[in-house]
């Protein structure tokens, strides 16, 4: 057994999609990245590939290569899982987010999550907090995603 931690924050701007855990999150303001700036599924990843040893997400997918511009973060998982070849035994995440309230669509996620990862939805934990109006994220300029993935490799 392996145990991985991922973390990942974008600032929110006008204009772009908001999108967490693969599902498009309706919200005038979106993750300002790269790629589509799914920070959930990037600190699962980042949790991945701690947990095997291989490195962050910068390293296989990095900012600085035009083939990640706008790339779907549901994509760069399951590459994710190609290069960990990861049994995920189970993930616990939670998502800080102030303004948008995600308990709506936090059962769409954890499906969405286990059909990529194929797993079952019971393996996948997805929490939704605020910073209480405290920072940059409290203050709704930004959104941080945190992730724990137990492995059995």
Known sequence: ?????????????????????????????????HSDGDVLIHAIIDALLGATAKGDIGMHFPPSDERYRNADSKELLKETLKITNANIVNIDSTVVLEKVKLKPYIEEIR?????ILNTHIDMIS?????????DSTGK???IEAYAVVLINN
């Open 1 to 33: 057994m392996r145990i991985g931690f991922g973390y990942d924050n974008h600032r929110l701007i006008e204009g772009r999609p908001l999108i967490i855990g693969g599902i498009n999150i309706p919200s005038q303001f979106g993750e300002d990245a």
């Open 111 to 115: 499906k969405t999550l286990a059909l």
């Open 126 to 134: 997805v929490k939704a907090k605020t910073h209480e109006g405290v």
């Open 140 to 142: 709704g300029e930004a």
